[in-house]
């Protein structure tokens, strides 16, 4: 069964760090990108981060860029998040997903396709 | 940043029911759309991508349509287990941004 579990949430005080992790199983890790989202109690989702199949590429949104870090061991089928210098409004449901890259004709479209439960960072003095 | 609109924000349907919920995107996204279901302490669940591919294991009462700034999503006859929050999401322009999401509640 294809699956992704989050660990690692936990309540931190601002400025505060964490780091979260994502066990795959189910499928060859190592030949996905991968990917953060993340959802603030009550509102819709936000994409954080990717990393490429072997680290070498990453992107992050501007309001985590500088502070979070993703990163990933394909020997351990393993993504993570280091999250530094935490705010309240990191206070979120933190979701990894793996992402699907499908050529139509000239376009090669990507997706997340399957997502693990999440694991909740509340951030609060 | 691409900004994502859908509307409505909410909407009430009864069972049997078609219901379409639209998403604005504020620059052409092309095809690159996609939309995923949430119910209540789950995570989104994929439906579409590529505007209009349904994908694997989503039965085919939803749809997708849509092309460049404009998309729909549309189910047929509305199921129990389709009361849920739809999200659409670009994936054309860095970062990939995604509406605000549509409720959809039992009449």
């Known amino acids: 069964e294809v699956q992704l579990v989050e660990s690692g949430g936990d309540l931190v005080p601002p400025g505060g760090s964490l780091r979260l992790s994502c066990a795959a199983s189910g499928f060859t890790f190592s030949s996905y990108w991968m990917t953060w989202v993340r959802q603030a109690p009550g509102k819709g989702l936000e994409w954080l981060a990717n990393?490429?199949?072997?680290?070498?590429?990453?992107y992050y949104v501007d309001s985590v860029k500088g502070r979070f870090t993703i990163s990933r061991d394909n020997a351990k089928n393993s993504l993570y998040l280091q999250m530094n210098s935490l705010k309240a409004e990191d206070t979120a449901m933190y979701y990894c997903a793996r992402v699907e890259l499908e050529r139509q004709g000239t376009y090669h479209y990507y997706y997340m396709d399957v997502w693990g439960k999440g694991t909740t960072v509340a951030v609060s003095s | 940043d691409v900004q994502m609109t859908q509307s409505p924000s909410s909407l009430s349907a009864s069972v049997g029911d078609r219901v379409t919920i639209t998403c604005r995107a504020s620059q052409s996204v092309t095809s690159f759309l996609n939309w995923f279901q949430q119910k209540p302490g789950k995570a989104p669940n994929l439906l579409i991508y590529a505007a209009s591919t349904l994908h694997s294991g989503v039965p085919s009462r939803f749809s997708g349509s849509g092309s460049g700034t404009d998309f729909t999503l549309t189910i047929n006859s509305l199921q129990p287990e389709d009361f849920a929050t739809y999200y659409c999401q670009q994936s054309y322009v860095a970062p990939a941004t995604f509406g605000g999401g549509t409720k959809v509640e039992i009449k």
């Open positions: 990393i490429k199949q072997d680290g070498s590429e990453k």
